[in-house]
Structures are given as structure tokens and as C-alpha cells.
């Protein structure tokens, strides 16, 4: 396992020793230590959908405390979450689990079709609460995605030379993409390939569908004939994009789910090749000890303990 876990580092040849040791800290917490898998608890959601839609499903959630102890008990590999909830908790649970603070935010009092975040975070935040990795979101195809591109480019510059991984959101979203092309095969490897280009050393997208968005692209999807009926194939396709899967690509839980489609999406994700999830509302959103059983098992199948 240990071997795994430095092959995977060596993917990352211009990086420090503070950078790899930080992935390392990733790779080597919780459950799925020493597997390259991943399954990270993230909650900015309060900031992103508001209190009441993120936490009243279980109340519990509008502790920051819980969110720590529930990545904890579960055995996750990190706990990402916006400044306020980590130095909430950071030094109450301080080396107990590694830290991604998401460095910038979006809420929904003012939905732009053409999203552009703020930043609400810094690097200087990140190492000050002991974080291993700090989290930016860019939204290629909004109108503003030049600005978002151009800010990660200096937050993961000083991320970098100060030792820490950077963790990349990259959602598709914009007037010029559809509804069903936020998700669509074509569009959700771009984003991962330009995460990739700018330098994440971890990149989240969506899971994608089936669906190509871009003329031109749907072309060359159907004359080279690219795998792309099953999700497995489709998972397969957007860690290819992600440097031929020399960049460590997890995929989002969304929205809660029935417990039997997640596990499904797990198993497509670890059958093509995908370094594992970083799920929020499908475990937060329900009691504690059934949320700590729903993840362990999330962590069984990409351990290959459950089929």
C-alpha cells in the first residue's frame, strides 16, 4: 500500500517535500490509508444553499463541531469546509484529521447564471489552522471564468511554496452551457483537463452523463468511438483527461440519494479507475451513526472489501 501511495506522489515531479507530504497526509488518513482512495467530507454547503436547506434535515449539522467528529468517526481522509467552520473546530480537533480550507464561496441570495465566487479564505489562513490542503472552485463557462482561472493561478503559486496541496472544484456552469451539459461526458472532462492545466493537484467534478454538449466534440467522440455507454467507461474517460490519471480525480455525491444509487456510483467510480468521492449532503443530511455506516461502506467498496 505504501507503495501506492508513492506512486502516485511521483506524479507530482515539480512539487516540494511539504507539497508531497501534504498529499501524502491525504492518501495515508483514515480508512482507505495506503489505498489511493479517497473519500473526503466536505460542508460548505451552509454557505453555498443556505442554513436551513444544508442543516435542518439533521439538526445536529449546524454544529461545526459535528462535521469534525463525523469525518473522524467515519474515517474519512479529510474534512474541507470555508473558514468559519474550520476555525470553529480547528483547534479543538487539531491532528486528528487532515484540513482543505475552501478558499472561495458562492451563495444563492444573488444566483448569477454566470457565477464568479469570492474569495473568503487565504493561504495564510490555511497554514495558520494546520490545514494540509486549501480548495478553490472555478465554474469554466461562466462568463468569468478568466477571473477564477487567473486567482487560482496565484492562490495554488503560494499554496504550492508554502508546502500545501490544492484541491480544485470544477463545475461547468455558464449561460453558454445547458442544464444537462453541466454534466455532459464532453464538458466534465474539459473541466477536470483545465483543473489539470492549472495546477490541482486533486480535482472534483461531477459524475458525468452520457450526454456530449459541443458539436465539434460530439464528432470526435463518435468517429474515434470513445468508450462512453457505461459510467465505469465514463469515469474512465474523464481520469484519462486528468493526465492520463497522473492527477488524482475524485467525484462529487450531489444531492442526497437512495443509499443503493451512491453505492452504485461508488462502484462505477472505483471499477474506472477514479481515486474515490468527496461527499456531503448524502451523509450529513442523516443521523450520525447511519451516516457513519453509510460512508464506511462508500470506503468498503473502494477498498474492494464489498463488491
Same mark, same amino acid.
Given at each position: 500500500?505504501?507503495?501506492?501511495?508513492?506512486?502516485?506522489?511521483?506524479?507530482?515531479?515539480?512539487?516540494?517535500?511539504?507539497?508531497?507530504?501534504?498529499?501524502?497526509?491525504?492518501?495515508?488518513?483514515?480508512?482507505?490509508?495506503?489505498?489511493?482512495?479517497?473519500?473526503?467530507?466536505?460542508?460548505?454547503?451552509?454557505?453555498?444553499? #443556505?442554513?436551513?436547506?444544508?442543516?435542518?434535515?439533521?439538526?445536529?449539522?449546524?454544529?461545526?463541531?459535528?462535521?469534525?467528529? %463525523?469525518?473522524?468517526?467515519?474515517?474519512?481522509?479529510?474534512? *474541507?469546509?470555508?473558514?468559519?467552520?474550520?476555525?470553529?473546530?480547528?483547534?479543538?480537533?487539531?491532528?486528528?484529521?487532515?484540513?482543505?480550507?475552501?478558499?472561495?464561496?458562492?451563495?444563492?441570495?444573488?444566483?448569477?447564471?454566470?457565477? %464568479?465566487?469570492?474569495?473568503?479564505?487565504?493561504?495564510?489562513? *490555511?497554514?495558520?489552522?494546520?490545514? *494540509?490542503?486549501?480548495?478553490?472552485?472555478?465554474?469554466?463557462?461562466?462568463? =468569468?471564468?478568466?477571473?477564477?482561472?487567473?486567482?487560482?493561478?496565484?492562490?495554488?503559486? +503560494?499554496?504550492?511554496?508554502?508546502?500545501?496541496?490544492?484541491?480544485?472544484?470544477?463545475?461547468?456552469?455558464?449561460?453558454?452551457? @445547458?442544464?444537462?451539459?453541466?454534466?455532459?461526458?464532453?464538458?466534465?472532462?474539459?473541466?477536470?483537463?483545465?483543473?489539470?492545466? %492549472?495546477?490541482?493537484?486533486?480535482?472534483?467534478?461531477?459524475?458525468?452523463?452520457? =450526454? %456530449?454538449?459541443?458539436?465539434?466534440?460530439?464528432?470526435?467522440?463518435?468517429?474515434?468511438?470513445?468508450?462512453?455507454?457505461?459510467?465505469?467507461?465514463?469515469?474512465?474517460?474523464?481520469?484519462?483527461?486528468?493526465?492520463?490519471?497522473?492527477?488524482?480525480?475524485?467525484?462529487? #455525491?450531489?444531492?442526497?440519494? +437512495?443509499?443503493?444509487?451512491?453505492?452504485? +456510483?461508488?462502484?462505477?467510480?472505483?471499477?474506472?479507475?477514479?481515486? #474515490? @468521492?468527496?461527499?456531503?449532503?448524502?451523509?450529513?443530511?442523516?443521523?450520525?451513526? +447511519?451516516?457513519?455506516?453509510?460512508?464506511?461502506?462508500?470506503?468498503?467498496?473502494?477498498?474492494?472489501?464489498?463488491?
Amino acid at each position: 500500500m505504501a507503495d501506492h501511495v508513492q506512486e502516485i506522489l511521483s506524479y507530482y515531479t515539480s512539487d516540494n517535500a511539504g507539497t508531497k507530504t501534504n498529499i501524502a497526509r491525504l492518501l495515508k488518513s483514515g480508512k482507505l490509508a495506503g489505498t489511493g482512495k479517497l473519500v473526503i467530507l466536505p460542508v460548505d454547503q451552509g454557505f453555498e444553499h #443556505g442554513p436551513a436547506r444544508s442543516f435542518a434535515p439533521n439538526p445536529p449539522g449546524y454544529n461545526p463541531f459535528y462535521h469534525f467528529q %463525523l469525518a473522524i468517526d467515519a474515517g474519512c481522509n479529510a474534512y *474541507a469546509a470555508p473558514l468559519g467552520f474550520l476555525q470553529a473546530g480547528a483547534s479543538h480537533f487539531a491532528g486528528q484529521i487532515p484540513l482543505i480550507l475552501k478558499l472561495n464561496n458562492h451563495d444563492v441570495l444573488h444566483d448569477d447564471k454566470d457565477p %464568479l465566487p469570492s474569495v473568503t479564505g487565504s493561504v495564510k489562513d *490555511a497554514l495558520r489552522l494546520g490545514c *494540509a490542503a486549501v480548495g478553490f472552485t472555478i465554474y469554466p463557462g461562466s462568463a =468569468h471564468c478568466s477571473a477564477m482561472y487567473e486567482q487560482l493561478r496565484a492562490i495554488a503559486e +503560494e499554496a504550492k511554496d508554502s508546502g500545501l496541496a490544492v484541491v480544485v472544484w470544477s463545475y461547468p456552469r455558464g449561460s453558454s452551457i @445547458s442544464k444537462e451539459g453541466e454534466t455532459a461526458m464532453d464538458v466534465v472532462a474539459y473541466a477536470a483537463q483545465i483543473a489539470a492545466q %492549472l495546477g490541482a493537484h486533486v480535482i472534483k467534478v461531477k459524475l458525468p452523463s452520457a =450526454h %456530449l454538449e459541443q458539436a465539434a466534440a460530439k464528432k470526435v467522440y463518435e468517429s474515434t468511438q470513445v468508450p462512453i455507454k457505461t459510467l465505469a467507461e465514463r469515469v474512465k474517460h474523464v481520469v484519462q483527461s486528468a493526465f492520463d490519471g497522473r492527477r488524482i480525480v475524485i467525484f462529487s #455525491g450531489g444531492a442526497k440519494s +437512495e443509499d443503493k444509487n451512491v453505492f452504485e +456510483e461508488a462502484r462505477a467510480i472505483r471499477d474506472g479507475g477514479g481515486f #474515490g @468521492s468527496i461527499i456531503g449532503r448524502n451523509s450529513f443530511q442523516r443521523p450520525k451513526a +447511519e451516516a457513519v455506516k453509510f460512508l464506511q461502506t462508500i470506503m468498503g467498496i473502494y477498498a474492494g472489501e464489498i463488491q
